[in-house]
C-alpha cells in the first residue's frame, strides 16, 4: 500500500515537475525577450533624455547670448557706418552694461593709435562694480590690450567668439569669458580692422544651471572651452585647472583624450568609454555661439538600474508563481489520481479472488471512466471464467476418478500375484505393465492351460489411452475365452483376429506374442502377431533376440493366417518379454533406450530371477529416460523355465 | 625693570640675527620650472646651510630684476639672454650659478602648415613673446636671412591653436605641452628645437646684484649649495617634488595641472643636465657666454660686450 502512495505521489509530482520545467523556460524566455527589447528601449530612452537635457542647456545659455550677439551686432553696425565721439562710444559701453544684467562690463577697443588725439591706446569700458557702472579707458603700458586674447584673436583671425574662461579679476571667484565681435572701417575705400567690441560674461549663471543637472543616479553636466578646459565639473578641482586633455594624461587615459578631440571636432554625438573603472556614455553638444561643449556623463549600468529593479521583482514574483502552481498542480493531480489508487486497491480485491468488490465511483465520462467500464467488464469475465472453470473442475475430476477406477480395473485384469503358481516348480514367471496415462494399451497375460501347459502372452494396441485400454480389456478377455478351445498358439491367435477385425470400425489393432510351454518337455510353441522378438536368455550368459515375425498384428485382416513356430527351452533358459516402451523410451535428447542396450543390460544379468531382472531392466531404462516424460506404456514379462526334474 | 625689557629686546635681535634672512624670486608665477627651489626650502636644506630662505613670486607683469633692484629681493633667476640686456641696460647684475644648461625653445607648428624644417619658416607667421626670450628666435631667422612675420603674443597659446600663426616659439617644458594639452597631438605637429639649429643657448641661471655678492657672498653660496642639492633631490624624487610643486602652487593661487607640472619637471630636470659641456651642474661654460654675448651684441640686443669674469661670478668657485 505504501509502494502504491509513493507511486502516486511521485506520479503527481513528476508531472508537476514537468509543468514547472516547461513554465520556468517559457518565463526565461519571456524574461529574455522583454530584457533584451526593454534595455533597447530605456537606452535609447536614456540617450534621449541626456540629448534633450544637454540642448536645453544649451538653449538658455543661447537665449542669454542671443540678445548679446545681437547688441554686439548693433554696435559693429553702428561703429562701422557712423562716426562717434569718445563720449558716446563710453555711453554706448555702458548702455550695454546697464541693460544686459548678464554683461559685467564691455568694452570697444580700438587699433593702436586710431584716434589721433587719444593716442596708442583707445578703448572706452563700462563695468558693473556693486550695484553701480563704472567706466574708463582700459588701455595702457601695463595693460596692452592688443596682445590680449580677447583682442588679439578676433582682430586676426576676423572672427567672432568665446574666449578661454578666466577668473574675474574684480574679486570673486566668478567665472568669465569675454565675447569678442571684430569691426572695421573704412580708410580709402579699404575695409580696415578698427577694433573689438567685448563683453565680458559671467558664467555663473550658466555654470549652476550646469552643475545642478543630474542624470540617473550619479550622470552629470560638465562644460568644456574650446580648449579642452573643465568650465564645470563635479570635481571642483578640476575646473579651470586642468583640460580633459591634462586630465586624460593625469589618469592615464588615452581614450579620454580621444573623447576630448572627437568633442572639439563634432557638433554632437554619443560616445562611450571606461572613464575610472566604470563604462560611461557621454553626449555632447557644441554651443553654436562658441566653440564650447555641454557634455553629459552617466554610467551605462544606472541606464539599466530601473530595468534591473523590475526584472528582480519580476524573477521573486514568477518565483513565488512558480512554486503555487507546482503545489496547486501536484494537488490537482493528486486528487485527479485518487480513484486510480482506488482502482489498485480493487485490482489487489480482484487478485485476491474477490471479483464482487465495489469499484471506485466514476461519475465524469473520461479515462478513468474508460478504466472503469475496463475493470468491471474484467470483473464480470473474471467471474463466469472462473465458474466455467469449475465446471469444467468437476468435469475433469469426474473424468479422472473415471479414469482411475477404469485403472483399476484394467490392472485388474491383468494377473499380478507373484509368483503366480508358487506349486509349480519348473517355472518362474515375473511381469509388470507401467501405463503412460491413466489407462494403457499394453497388456500382458499368463495362465495354465491344463496342468502341463502354462500359456502367456505380451501385446500392445495400436494407440494408447482409453480406446487402446478398451481393444486391450477386450484382447485380454477373448484370449482368456478362446484359449481353451483352442489350445495352440495359432488357433488362439487365429481366433483372436477374426473376432477382433469384425466389426473392427476404429481400425485398431494389437501387435501380439503367444507362446505355450509344455512343462515336463520345454518345448515351447509360439506365434508372434507383429510384436517385438522376445528375448532368449541361456543359463551359459548367452543372450539371443528371436527371429522377426513376418506375421502382421492382431486385428488388421479377418482372413490372415497366423504361423505357429516350436521352441525347445533347456532348464534355466530365460525368456524375456517386452514392448517396445522399453526399446523406445526416450530420454530428453530424443535417444530411444535402444534393443542393444536391452541386449547389453540382459547379457550383463543374464543369471537373475525374471523379477529382478525386470527390476535391473526397468531401473536402467528409468536412468535413461532420466526425468523425461515417459511416452509410452512399458511392458516386460519374463519366464524361467528351470526343468521338468526338479 | 627697563634694564630688563632692553635685555628681553636684545635676546629677541639676536635669534633673529641667528638665520640670516635672503628673499629668491624666481622670473615667473610658481611651477615645477623652479621645483629645486621649492624642494631645497621644504626639505630644509636653506635651513640647513643656515639661511633663512623667503620664496617671493613676482606679479605677472613686474620683471623679477625689478625686485632686485627694488630691493624687494636678493637673488632671482633669468634667462641668460635677458640678463644679458639686463647688464646692458645698466643694471648690475652678475651671475653667480648657471642651473640650465640648454635651450628649452623651439620652433612648433601644425604639420598641415607644411614647416619641416628651419628653411620652411622663410615667409611664414610666427608667434613670439612680446615679453622677452625673443632674442635667439629672431637670431635664428636673421642669421639665415629668412624675412618671417613676427607676431607677438603675451602668455596664451591661443593664436596657435586658432591656426592664425604658422608656427610659435614655445618652451618644451611649457606652451609645447599647453598646446598638447589643448587637444592636438604630438603626431599633428612639428618641432624644430634651437638646439638643433647650432642655438644651444643655456637658459635659467641665478642672479644677483653685485652689490649683494659683495656683501652676502657667503650667504649667496649657501643658497646655490642648498639650491643644486634640492634639483638633485627632485631629479631622484619626481613623484614627491611633483607634489611640492603642486602645493606651492595651490598656495599661490595658481591654477594646478598635475599632468602639465610633470611633463615640465621632466624637461626642466633634462635641461639641467650639461650633457656633452665641459661644465658641471651650475657652471656657466665661457664658450656659451662668447656665443650668447656675440649673438646679442651682433644683433645690436646689446650695445656693449662685457668680460667673462665681470658677469659670471661663481659663489662656488670664490670658495
New interface residues.
Given amino acids: 500500500m505504501k509502494i502504491q502512495f509513493n507511486m502516486n505521489k511521485s506520479l503527481s509530482l513528476r508531472i508537476a515537475v514537468y509543468v514547472l520545467s516547461f513554465c520556468m523556460l517559457l518565463f526565461l524566455l519571456v524574461l529574455l525577450v522583454f530584457f533584451f527589447f526593454s534595455r533597447k528601449q530605456i537606452e535609447e530612452m536614456t540617450l534621449k533624455n541626456a540629448e534633450i537635457i544637454t540642448s536645453k542647456s544649451a538653449m538658455d545659455v543661447e537665449r542669454t547670448i542671443l540678445p548679446i550677439i545681437r547688441v554686439a551686432q548693433n554696435y559693429k553696425w553702428i561703429l562701422e557706418n557712423k562716426q562717434q565721439s569718445s563720449a558716446e562710444l563710453y555711453e554706448m559701453t555702458r548702455q550695454v552694461v546697464e541693460n544686459n544684467p548678464d554683461v559685467i562690463g564691455s568694452a570697444i577697443a580700438f587699433e593702436p593709435n586710431f584716434f589721433e588725439k587719444e593716442g596708442l591706446y583707445f578703448s572706452p569700458y563700462s563695468y558693473r562694480e556693486n550695484d553701480s557702472i563704472k567706466s574708463m579707458q582700459l588701455g595702457n603700458a601695463?595693460y596692452?590690450y592688443f596682445?590680449?586674447?580677447w583682442y588679439?584673436?578676433p582682430v586676426?583671425?576676423g572672427k567672432s567668439g568665446w574666449?578661454?574662461p578666466y577668473h574675474d579679476t574684480g574679486g570673486g571667484n566668478s567665472l568669465m569669458t569675454t565675447y569678442s565681435v571684430p569691426f572695421y572701417k573704412n580708410v580709402n575705400n579699404e575695409k580696415k580692422i578698427a577694433g573689438v567690441i567685448t563683453f565680458d560674461l559671467s558664467l555663473n549663471k550658466f555654470t549652476d544651471s550646469v552643475s545642478s543637472l543630474k542624470i540617473l543616479e550619479t550622470g552629470y553636466a560638465t562644460v568644456l572651452s574650446?580648449?579642452?578646459t573643465f568650465v564645470t565639473h563635479p570635481k571642483k578641482?578640476l575646473i579651470?585647472?586642468?583640460?580633459?586633455?591634462?586630465?586624460a594624461?593625469?589618469i592615464n587615459n588615452p581614450e579620454l583624450?580621444e573623447i576630448?578631440?572627437i568633442i572639439?571636432k563634432e557638433n554632437s554625438g554619443y560616445v562611450s568609454s571606461t572613464l575610472n573603472g566604470v563604462e560611461r556614455m557621454l553626449y555632447f553638444k557644441k554651443l553654436s555661439s562658441s566653440n564650447w561643449s555641454i557634455a553629459v556623463v552617466f554610467p551605462k549600468s544606472e541606464m539599466y538600474l530601473p530595468l534591473h529593479k523590475i526584472s528582480i521583482i519580476l524573477i521573486v514574483l514568477v518565483c513565488i508563481g512558480l512554486l503555487l502552481l507546482a503545489v496547486i498542480v501536484s494537488k490537482i493531480i493528486s486528487r485527479q489520481i485518487i480513484p486510480l489508487r482506488h482502482f489498485a486497491g480493487s485490482a489487489r480485491e480482484i487478485a485476491k479472488g474477490n471479483f464482487s468488490n465495489q469499484l471506485p465511483l466514476i461519475k465524469r465520462n473520461d479515462e478513468l471512466k474508460d478504466l472503469h467500464n475496463s475493470f468491471e467488464y474484467m470483473q464480470r469475465k473474471l467471474t463466469q471464467y472462473i465458474e466455467d472453470l469449475k465446471q469444467t473442475a468437476i468435469a475433469k475430476e469426474k473424468i479422472e476418478s473415471e479414469l482411475r477406477i477404469a485403472r483399476e480395473i484394467q490392472m485388474g485384469m491383468i494377473p499380478k500375484i507373484f509368483p503366480p503358481f508358487p506349486n509349480l516348480i519348473e517355472i518362474d514367471l515375473y511381469a509388470t505393465l507401467h501405463p503412460a496415462k491413466e489407462v494403457g494399451g499394453d497388456l500382458y497375460d499368463f495362465f495354465m492351460l491344463d496342468e502341463n501347459h502354462i500359456c502367456f502372452a505380451i501385446g500392445d494396441v495400436s494407440g494408447k489411452g482409453v480406446p487402446a485400454s478398451l481393444f486391450m480389456a477386450v484382447t485380454r478377455t477373448l484370449l482368456r475365452s478362446v484359449a481353451p478351445d483352442q489350445m495352440t498358439t495359432r488357433g488362439i491367435v487365429n481366433s483372436l483376429n477374426k473376432s477382433l477385425s469384425t466389426n473392427n470400425d476404429s481400425n485398431m489393432f494389437v501387435t501380439f506374442f503367444l507362446g505355450i510351454i509344455e512343462l515336463n518337455t520345454g518345448i515351447m510353441t509360439y506365434t508372434n502377431a507383429g510384436h517385438n522378438p522376445p528375448v532368449l536368455i541361456h543359463p551359459n550368459g548367452e543372450v539371443k533376440a528371436f527371429e522377426m515375425t513376418k506375421d502382421i498384428p492382431v486385428g488388421v485382416f479377418e482372413t490372415f493366417e497366423y504361423e505357429e513356430k516350436t521352441l525347445r527351452l533347456s532348464d534355466n533358459d530365460k525368456l524375456f518379454l517386452y514392448t517396445d516402451g522399453v526399446t523406445e523410451a526416450e530420454n530428453k535428447e530424443e535417444e530411444f533406450y535402444s534393443e542393444k542396450r536391452l541386449i547389453t543390460m540382459l547379457s550383463k544379468n543374464y543369471s537373475l530371477t525374471p523379477k529382478d531382472l525386470i527390476s535391473v531392466v526397468s531401473g536402467d531404462v528409468a536412468l535413461h529416460v532420466n526425468e523425461n516424460e515417459q511416452s509410452d506404456d512399458i511392458t516386460m514379462l519374463s519366464i524361467v523355465y528351470y526343468g521338468s526334474k526338479r | 625693570m627697563i634694564g630688563w625689557i632692553g635685555g628681553f629686546l636684545c635676546c629677541l635681535q639676536c635669534l633673529a640675527q641667528e638665520l640670516p634672512q635672503l628673499t629668491f624670486t624666481p622670473q615667473w608665477l610658481p611651477q615645477a620650472q623652479f621645483a629645486g627651489y621649492y624642494v631645497a626650502q621644504k626639505k630644509g636644506f636653506y635651513k640647513a646651510e643656515g639661511l633663512d630662505v623667503r620664496i617671493v613670486h613676482p606679479s605677472p607683469?613686474v620683471n623679477s630684476v625689478e625686485y632686485l633692484r627694488n630691493e624687494q629681493s636678493d637673488i632671482t633667476t633669468q634667462f641668460l639672454t635677458s640678463a644679458f640686456a639686463f647688464r646692458d641696460a645698466g643694471v648690475d647684475l652678475v651671475n653667480i650659478a648657471q642651473i640650465s644648461q640648454n635651450s628649452a625653445l623651439l620652433f612648433v607648428s601644425k604639420k598641415e602648415k607644411g614647416i619641416m624644417e628651419l628653411s620652411d619658416l622663410n615667409g611664414k607667421k610666427i608667434g613670439i613673446w612680446?615679453s622677452g626670450f625673443d632674442e635667439v628666435a629672431r637670431e635664428i631667422i636673421k642669421s639665415n636671412n629668412y624675412q618671417v612675420q613676427w607676431?607677438?603674443?603675451?602668455n596664451?597659446v591661443?593664436?596657435f591653436?586658432?591656426?592664425?600663426l604658422d608656427a610659435m616659439t614655445v618652451m618644451w617644458y611649457n606652451e609645447y605641452d599647453q598646446i598638447?594639452?589643448?587637444?592636438v597631438?604630438e603626431e599633428e605637429l612639428n618641432r624644430i628645437f634651437f638646439s638643433d639649429c647650432g642655438f644651444n643657448i643655456p637658459e635659467d641661471g641665478l642672479y644677483c646684484l653685485n652689490k649683494t655678492l659683495i656683501q652676502r657672498g657667503d650667504d649667496l653660496l649657501k643658497f646655490v649649495r642648498a639650491t643644486l642639492k634640492g634639483w638633485e633631490y627632485a631629479k631622484e624624487n619626481k613623484e614627491e617634488t611633483l607634489s611640492i610643486v603642486l602645493e606651492e602652487m595651490k598656495k599661490n593661487h595658481v591654477?594646478?595641472?598635475?599632468?602639465?607640472q610633470a611633463?615640465m619637471l621632466d624637461k626642466v630636470l633634462l635641461m639641467i643636465d650639461p650633457g656633452s659641456k665641459n661644465v658641471k651642474k651650475g657652471e656657466l661654460a665661457e664658450s656659451d657666454f662668447v656665443k650668447t654675448q656675440n649673438m646679442l651684441f651682433e644683433a645690436g640686443n646689446i650695445k656693449a660686450r662685457t668680460a667673462f669674469k665681470e658677469f659670471y661670478k661663481p659663489v662656488m668657485k670664490n670658495k
Fill in positions: 601695463s596692452d596682445y590680449m586674447d588679439q584673436i586676426a583671425t574666449s578661454e574650446a580648449n579642452g578641482e579651470m585647472n586642468q583640460t580633459i586633455f591634462s586630465y594624461s593625469e583624450r576630448g578631440r572639439q | 607683469s612680446r607676431v607677438p603674443v603675451l596664451t591661443n593664436l591653436l586658432s591656426g592664425y598638447i594639452q589643448s587637444g597631438n591654477p594646478t595641472n598635475k599632468a602639465h611633463w
